[in-house]
């Protein structure tokens, strides 16, 4: 057995190590995130509605507007516990429990790793992977689904392999329970996260061959399984749909019934969401479906390559699954991949392209780093059975080898996203810098924070500067208008991410009457509505 030692040694170590990000990230750094520390702040507070509106599938009307219309809460609760525990309701007390999971994301991965291989080096081995984990390092300590989904997930696929063992009925309850409570959080997490109850009731009806050893017959020991994990399931989520009833009359937003018919991107912003429907998306996005699903498999096979499997990885991934398929303990996490791999390809190739597949794969992360070290293990002793080679020498050579080679890969990339060649305006927060001098200029002319300012990323300006925010719809000019007299919107920034049938500035200027007030170097350009 492992030493419990180690895992202590592990976890604050790893506390240590994330806590550069506290250096290099000073805010949320991009919508998702920023959206959930937000969420978290008014959760604070006792209010569920938010002076924000970032897009408009859910046919919002006024500001304030509710919360988590299209993202799932869970995040953003997190944040909030963690400002309540501390009293402060700043960016830096809302990361603190993040910054707790993600330092306990290795001491797990060295535990699944050791429970299903009983080898200590390629254990280590994976623990270290997840320390320098390449690109998930920058999402590591910030309120985002990301680090929930990898520790999550890692204990939901490894209770699910436990299925396989039980032999007591009370064991077999409590498992089944902590599925459920499992699946729960996971779905609250993301909307894909409802995928999770179809893979344990799957797992459930596999592994109930077990019955012959506790005793009952197999059909009731079955429902009661079943039954077991959709009580524990919903008593985790039980609340948002009862809240989706009484805002919605419906289980789920309407968000989410427009979103399937999303033709590109653009529709994400879409003014009003009644033209999406069947109709508008065989119209619309048929049309380029084919292209979108190649651009999605293409973005997707190379995140599964660069992010999951740092490159070098894939063989190693590949020689550890043909060495173990035989024993089933990675067909749970396998199936899982391949259901996110064509639902974020076929069908929501967009979504998945920019970013959906890689947040929904997190799930497995801890088996990918297990795998690897698993199959650098089996490659060393193929190594001293064909060519010779000492085993301790080996791992030291290849094991450094391989964690030298995630820890520059890590290194890369966070200096390219997070730090950037300007130490003085990292990349990270350079938009937030450029939100607060926006409203330096705002605050020169308006009386209140009330005033409502349109832009691109209405939740990162709310969250900078407590100013009223709505997104720049993709519409028609009419429509438009229609948006700002609805908001009361005074104030407009503009760039050059315009929706198409929005694209010409100029336009902009004349067809609304604007006056320009403040030009950024970066191209964002500040009017007032006359």
Known sequence: MMNKKNYFILFFSSLLLFSVNFIFQKTPGFMDSEYYFMGGKYLTMGQFDVPVVWNYLDNPTSLPHSLFTYWMPFPAIISMISMVIFNKDTFLFGRLLFWIIAAGIPPLTLYLSFMIFKNKFSAWIAALLAIFSGFYLKFYTIPETVTIYI??????????????????????????????????????????????????????????????????????????????YLVFYLLISGWWYVRNLELYSSLFSPASSKALWIANYEDTFIYPASKLGISYWIETGLPHKGLQIWEAFKSNLGNLIAVQSYVIGIPLVMISIRKIWKTRLMIFPVLYFLIIFIIMTFLFSEAGARGGYLHSVAAIQIFFWVLMADGLDKFIHWGIQRRGWTLKRSRIMFGSALIGFSLLLTSFIYFRDVIGLDLTNKTWDREAAEFIKLEKQIEQRA?????????????GFHVATDRWSVAIPNSSWKDLEEVIHKFNVKYIVLDHNLPAGLSNVNDWVSMIDLTEIYRLSSGKILYEIN
């Open 151 to 228: 520790f999550l997930g890692g204990l939901y696929f490894f209770l699910i392999n436990k299925l396989r063992n039980v032999t007591k009925l009370k064991s077999a309850i409590v498992l089944t329970a902590c599925l459920g409570l499992i699946t729960g959080f996971l779905h609250l997490t993301r909307v894909d996260g409802i995928l999770f109850i179809g893979i344990s009731i799957i797992a459930i009806l596999l592994n109930v061959n077990y019955s012959k050893h506790l005793g009952t017959s197999k059909i009731p020991l079955l429902l009661g399984a079943i039954s077991i």
């Open 447 to 459: 009386h209140n924070k009330q005033e409502v300012i349109m832009i691109n990323n209405p939740v």
